[in-house]
């Protein structure tokens, strides 16, 4: 099992810049694939970006491409998710999850741990 814990989230203008960053507890953090989902008021979860274990493959939504960049660093347990050129509608609570090797990337039920949300708001 692990506890994920996600930190960074905050207030920016757009074109600004944030880093988030999710830690996770336990031993076995290599063996997880990770991925960040968002969350808006009123909409569905969905997909932002996800890295294997290995940090080897990463995975994008269309909507943050060549915007937003997962990376992990394995000797510290945390995933990070930096984002650039932010837009009002970025605007959710991110969500750090992690996943063993089954399961799609790309959807909330694919993984098996959620850590508590972290806050990002985009003001135009």
């Known amino acids: 099992q692990v506890q994920l814990v996600e930190s960074g989230g905050g207030l920016v203008q757009a074109g600004g810049s944030l880093r988030l960053s999710c830690a996770a507890s336990?031993?076995?953090?290599?063996?997880?694939?990770m991925g960040w989902f968002r969350q808006a008021p009123g909409k569905e979860r969905e997909f932002a970006a996800a890295?294997?274990?290995?940090?080897?493959?990463?995975y994008y939504a269309d909507s943050v491409k060549g915007r937003f960049t997962i990376s992990r660093d394995n000797a510290k347990n945390t995933v990070y998710l930096q984002m650039n050129s932010l837009k009002p509608e970025d605007t959710a609570v991110y969500y750090c999850?992690?996943?063993?090797?089954?399961?799609?990337?790309?959807?909330?039920?694919?993984?098996?741990?959620w850590g508590q949300g972290t806050q990002v708001t985009v003001s135009s």
């Open positions: 336990g031993r076995t953090f290599i063996s997880y694939n």
């Open positions: 890295i294997s274990w290995s940090g080897g493959s990463t």
């Open positions: 999850a992690a996943k063993h090797y089954s399961g799609s990337y790309y959807s909330p039920s694919g993984y098996d741990y």
